[in-house]
């Protein structure tokens, strides 16, 4: 049984073999891409669970390769780089990227992250609507959707995640730590920025004014707040 369908993006040969031999056998499926622009017409061909892009790559590179499928796609991105600044880091999550891995990477390590972004939270069930209004804002869980006015703009997997989960914890201060292991895993805790870039997409989706957020609170130094309309 597949674990998933991987298109490993990366214009080193030894690297592209060494991850298809892991990744094989660890029974996901692998495709191999040589560069952004060639990531970008397999993924309009063909549909993928994950894809592993590398950032350093001639011609199109990778934080260019990350926007352009993420404006045309919802498949998850783990970026590989040898770089590891924070700036770089916030660079790839605000690219569209779910995670991001610096080389040299163990397989362990690389397994981890893969399963991570792969993971969904699993939906309320308990009288879970459909759609949540926050005022001149709709949630459509369902199409995976937010409208706001005239606008309508699609979450991503991690997007709906996060947001599900704070859902299900309205009007309450919930910590970095426990929204990272929610919705990433146990093995997070620590990457607040990922909270930060997150949030702040978040907030331009679903906030009249991002700036001035209504619903999507952040509480300094403690965590974040999803603050749901008084019923009349």
């Not at 991850?19 to 495709?31: C, F």
Request: aromatic letters at 6%.
């Amino acid at each position: 049984m597949s674990a998933g369908r991987v298109l490993v993006v990366d214009d080193d040969p030894q690297i592209r073999r060494a991850m298809r031999t892991t990744l094989t056998a660890n029974a996901y499926e692998v495709s191999v891409a040589r560069s952004g622009e060639e990531a970008l017409e397999q993924i309009r061909r063909e549909k993928y669970d994950l894809v592993l892009l590398d950032v350093n790559m001639p011609g199109m590179g990778g934080f260019e390769a990350c926007h352009e499928i993420r404006a045309g796609s919802e498949v998850a991105i783990i970026m590989l780089t040898v770089r590891n600044a924070e700036k770089d880091k916030v660079e790839a999550l605000d690219a569209g990227a779910d995670d991001y891995i610096t080389k040299p990477f163990g397989t362990p390590e690389l397994l981890a992250r893969i399963r991570a972004v792969l993971r969904r939270v699993p939906a309320a069930t308990e009288s879970s609507p459909g759609r949540l209004d926050l005022g001149e804002v709709e949630i459509d869980w369902e199409a995976r959707q937010v409208k706001c006015g005239k606008r309508a703009t699609r979450l991503t997997p991690k997007e709906l995640d996060l947001l599900r989960y704070m859902t299900a914890h309205p009007n309450k201060t919930i910590s970095h730590r426990q929204l990272l292991q929610a919705v990433w895993g146990p093995d997070y805790g620590e990457e607040v920025e990922y909270l930060r870039v997150f949030v702040n997409r978040l907030r331009r989706k679903l906030e009249p004014d991002p700036l001035e957020p209504r619903y999507l609170l952040t509480e300094p130094w403690a965590g974040y707040r999803l603050r749901l309309p008084e019923k009349e």
